[in-house]
């Protein structure tokens, strides 16, 4: 079984940076897709950035130029670096990962951007 473990999000201030990061249980080199989703209060859950297994990225498009998605097979980890955070960015942040049709998820990370 796949164990997913994100870092503690927290409160920033609009504009200010915040690192996410998620821990994988296995090498992450066998997974399809790594990424990361948000949920906010009352809403669905998006796709907040991905990374393919040859480092291929794409990010929704609340996100492009702000976020960053990374990768680091040795730490077997993905990143998600987020800069100039919105008050709009306040969410629940989930790692996501994909082994073919199964679907892994970490426990979410509250991130709370004051304004």
């Known amino acids: 079984q796949v164990q997913l473990v994100e870092s503690r999000g927290g409160l920033v201030q609009a504009g200010g940076s915040l690192r996410l990061s998620c821990a994988a249980s296995g090498s992450i080199i066998s997974f399809n897709y790594m990424g990361w989703y948000r949920q906010a209060p009352g809403k669905q859950r998006e796709l907040v950035a991905r990374?393919?297994?040859?480092?291929?990225?794409n990010y929704a498009d609340s996100v492009k130029g702000r976020f960053t998605i990374s990768r680091d097979n040795a730490k077997n980890t993905v990143y998600l670096q987020m800069n100039s955070l919105k008050a709009e960015d306040t969410a629940v942040y989930y790692c996501?990962?994909?082994?073919?049709?199964?679907?892994?998820w970490g426990q979410g990370t509250q991130v709370t951007v004051s304004s």
């Open positions: 990374i393919t297994r040859g480092g291929s990225t």
């Open positions: 996501n990962a994909v082994w073919g049709t199964i679907d892994y």
